[in-house]
Nanobody, 126 residues
Framework: QVQVVESGGRLVQAGDSLRLSCATS????????LAWFRQAPGKEREFVGG????????AYADSVKGRFTISRDNVKKTMYLQMNSLKPEDTAVYYC???????????????????WGQGTQVTVSS
């Protein structure tokens, strides 16, 4: 079992930056691929970005590419989402997800991830 807890969400202005954290506990963190998803009101949960177990491979949704960066610290067992140039359309609950995988492939489908956090709210005002 892996427990994941997101933090860092808050109200910001358009153009601001924000960093989210995903802290984990439980089994070997470095064996897990991680991802961020988000869900806006009235919309389906969508993939934001993901990172492989090693941290070498990353993938991003087109809507955030060039603005968001995912990283991980396997010693601190924490993943980060650095969000720059935030837009009102980035407003959503952001979820951290984990799956046990030593693959390079970053999966974008929700069903690929076994462990989920409760989410953290990010609100971007215009």
């Amino acid at each position: 079992q892996v427990q994941v807890v997101e933090s860092g969400g808050r109200l910001v202005q358009a153009g601001d930056s924000l960093r989210l954290s995903c802290a984990t506990s439980g089994r070997t963190f470095s064996n897990y691929a991680l991802a961020w998803f988000r869900q806006a009101p009235g919309k389906e949960r969508e993939f934001v970005g993901g990172i492989s177990w090693s941290g070498i491979n990353t993938a991003y949704a087109d809507s955030v590419k060039g603005r968001f960066t995912i990283s991980r610290d396997n010693v601190k067992k924490t993943m980060y989402l650095q969000m720059n140039s935030l837009k009102p359309e980035d407003t959503a609950v952001y979820y951290c997800a984990a799956r046990e995988s030593l693959e390079r492939t970053i999966y974008t489908a929700i069903v690929r991830y076994n462990y989920w956090g409760q989410g953290t709210q990010v609100t971007v005002s215009s």
